[in-house]
């Protein structure tokens, strides 16, 4: 990735990965190994070490990648938009039996740094100084979180934004709309790019819903244009570190898979809505779902790809910090998530 090809206007990427393609790859499962950019031997995964500084937290994947999940904050929003049209009886029940409130969930919030030998790669950016649905200012910490790792943000050189939510790209600006990364170029699906700055209809979201991508998109898309890199479908941005199609929650949504001596983690950022409901039924449609049914489709291949395989670790976005784990299947056909625990 040159700086002759940051301006979105001129950049030029590979034939695109259809959501066709996408349900296709989905409803093959792991024979058609969704995820995967290159073939790796099944092997323990080595486990995740903590911080002794809350605010991020550090695993090593291999001799060649580290990943560094950092604490932007959270927000908190009604249960009920997890399940949606599903009947109470039916969700709370789940909450309940995890310990976890039954009217409102914490989301977590939690951009991820992946160090490889030559480049640094952030994936998303959180809130930033842009305001939470219910105003509270309890996220935009990315950068003292990374901060307190050791990192300045003119060391980042790659971002790739998963999709335009205001949790996922408010980061990218300052509060005086300056750059918050100035030496980082910025990675979009063009899908992802192309659908909201032309404003396309999106009849599965609420007004509410689709209010909220378009005001900030519409703030922060001019802003950060001459440095956005778009692509077309899964490419390597360094050695290990690829971008993997995961369409559904928006209709560009991206993830991460990064790779080395037989160790692996899937960074599916808002493909997984919630750490509990998402696992025991991913047929159950979260509110910013923009194409529900393909979102569903990916979810499944995701977790059941991480069930089947020993080597693979999952980090979720909005899952409780830092959001790893594994994936196990249940009988009847749902999973659990068993995390990472914080000491």
Avoid: K
Avoid at 74 to 81: G, I
Avoid at 168 to 174: P, Q, S, T, V
Wanted: negative net charge; aromatic residues 8%; proline residues 6%.
């Amino acid at each position: 990735m040159t700086d002759s090809a940051t301006d979105t206007r001129n950049t030029s990427a590979a034939a695109g990965f259809s959501r066709r393609q996408a349900l296709g790859l989905a409803a093959a499962g792991v024979a058609g190994s969704f995820l995967s950019c290159e073939s790796a031997p099944a092997a323990n995964a080595a486990q995740p070490r903590r911080s002794a500084d809350r605010r991020f937290f550090r695993h090593r994947v291999g001799r060649d990648l580290e990943l560094l999940v950092l604490d932007d904050g959270f927000v908190e929003l009604p249960a009920a938009n997890y399940a949606l049209g599903v009947p109470a009886a039916q969700w709370q029940p789940l909450l309940q039996e995890a310990g976890l409130p039954v009217d409102v969930v914490r989301s977590q919030i939690s951009p991820v740094l992946v160090r490889s030998r030559d480049r640094l790669v952030l994936l998303d950016t959180g809130f930033g100084a842009l305001p939470t649905p219910d105003g509270r200012r309890t996220a935009g910490h990315l950068q003292a979180s990374l901060r307190a790792a050791g990192y300045r943000p003119e060391d980042v050189d790659t971002i790739v934004i998963s999709h335009a939510s205001a949790d996922h790209l408010g980061g990218l600006i300052n509060s005086e709309r300056e750059l918050a990364f100035p030496e980082a170029q910025i990675v979009f699906a063009r899908e992802e790019w192309d659908f909201w700055r032309e404003e396309r209809p999106t009849p599965n979201l609420d007004e509410g819903s689709r209010a909220f991508f378009l005001t900030f998109t519409r703030q922060i898309f001019p802003l950060i244009e001459r440095r956005v890199l778009l692509v077309d479908r899964d490419v390597q941005l360094a050695r290990g570190v690829n971008v993997a199609p995961l369409l559904g929650h928006t209709p560009g949504h991206i993830g991460l898979q990064v790779q080395s001596d037989g160790q692996r983690v899937i960074l599916s950022c808002d493909a997984l809505a919630h750490h509990v409901l998402s696992f025991r039924h991913p047929e159950w449609r979260f509110l910013a779902d923009v194409e529900p049914e393909h979102t569903v489709a990916v979810r499944r291949a995701i977790l059941q790809e991480a069930s089947d395989r020993s080597d693979t670790l999952l980090h979720g976005y909005h899952f409780p910090f830092p959001g790893l784990g594994r994936v196990r299947s249940i009988p009847g056909g749902g999973f659990v998530f068993d995390p990472v625990r914080l000491q």
